[in-house]
């Protein structure tokens, strides 16, 4: 389906990652082990015209539920970043998470978005439907943190701390595409260069 979109329509692929870790470092005593505070990461992937695009949002609010979702997804839908494309038909992607997405309210949600676009359909993936774009970019954000915090440098001490890290993290593995493609003959053959948005949420 996403090779055959329309000039304005679009898939949004929504999900929660493990949330993650606080004090993390190349040092980490005892008490930062045992101590270390989370923060929710929940992504909304925007597909359209062949490009993807991750909005991601971070957050000391740790109750993933339908209220968080509306939330972000309003954040999204308010930015300069989603107005520009003047999408108008939409479609949503989730798992049957029951108490984030498969709910009264996140339904009722999508309903009073209708009037908004020309078409809007709401999707759930099978049970053990395997892996999507959020799980792939969800591995890249995990080998991130996991590799910096090897480092001096790399400490995670505070939701900025991560949003730093992360953001040197996609650039580095964007870079990597770039030289990895200027040496490949087959146009077919060249990684896409990938881009990330990261939003706090209060």
């Keep these: 389906m996403k090779n055959n979109l329309d000039i304005h329509e679009c898939i ?3 999900d929660f990652k493990q ?8 040092s980490e005593s005892s008490k ?3 101590n270390r505070p ?4 929940f992504t909304i992937s925007l597909i359209y015209g062949g490009e993807i695009v991750y909005y991601d949002f971070i957050s000391d609010v740790l109750v993933h539920d339908s209220l968080f979702v509306i939330d972000c997804m309003n954040i999204l839908f308010q930015s300069d970043q989603w107005k520009q494309h003047n999408f108008d038909k939409i479609h949503f992607w989730m ?9 009264i309210e996140l339904m009722g949600y999508f309903t009073s978005l209708k009037s908004n676009f020309i078409q809007l359909t709401i999707n759930f993936f099978a049970p053990y439907h395997g892996k999507c774009v959020c799980d792939s970019h969800f591995s890249l954000v995990s080998r991130i943190i996991n590799s ?4 001096s440098n790399g400490e995670i001490l505070t939701t900025d701390d991560i949003i730093r890290i992360l953001n040197r993290g996609f650039s580095e593995s964007n870079q990597n595409k770039k030289d990895r493609n200027s040496r490949k003959k087959n146009q077919d053959q060249l990684e896409s260069i990938i881009t990330t948005i990261i939003w706090k949420y209060f």
């Design 148 to 151: 910096s915090t090897k480092y």
């Design 19 to 26: 949330n993650l870790e606080l004090n993390r470092g190349p």
């Design 38 to 41: 989370q923060r929710s990461y």
């Design 32 to 34: 930062s082990y045992y």
């Design 95 to 103: 798992d049957n998470g029951p108490h984030h997405f498969r709910t």
């Design 12 to 14: 949004l692929i929504i």
